[in-house]
């Protein structure tokens, strides 16, 4: 089973970026498609972005389509989150987990990093 890390998380100002790393060690990473999701105080677990095995296939939340992007360096056993445009909506725990294919629905998802938090001030 792989194990993930999440990391680069912290605080920023409104309309700032930040890169989020997940760093897996165990089985080929390779293997798995990965996704991005976040979860704010007192609201759900939500979906916000996932990526193919080999990143040909990618899906983005609506509410974060052009401001975010996921990629992948599967030598580097890393999946990344660029944000940009930052918005106080988005401030949550933003954790990866790895699927057999990329989707959107947290039920598929089978393995989880701890978590990292980003804050967007206004």
């Known amino acids: 089973q792989v194990q993930l890390v999440e990391s680069g998380g912290g605080l920023v100002q409104a309309g700032g970026s930040l890169r989020l790393s997940c760093a897996a060690s165990g089985r080929t990473f390779s293997n798995y498609a990965v996704g991005w999701f976040r979860q704010a105080p007192g609201k759900e677990r939500e979906f916000v972005a996932a990526i193919s095995r080999i990143a040909v296939t990618k899906y983005y939340a609506t509410v974060v389509e052009g401001r975010f992007t996921i990629s992948r360096d599967n030598a580097k056993n890393t999946v990344y989150l660029q944000m940009n445009s930052l918005k106080p909506d988005d401030t949550a725990v933003y954790y990866c987990?790895?699927?057999?294919?990329?989707?959107?629905?947290?039920?598929?998802?089978?393995?989880w990093g701890q978590g990292t938090q980003v804050t967007v001030s206004s």
């Open positions: 987990a790895t699927s057999r294919v990329p989707t959107i629905h947290l039920r598929e998802y089978d393995t």
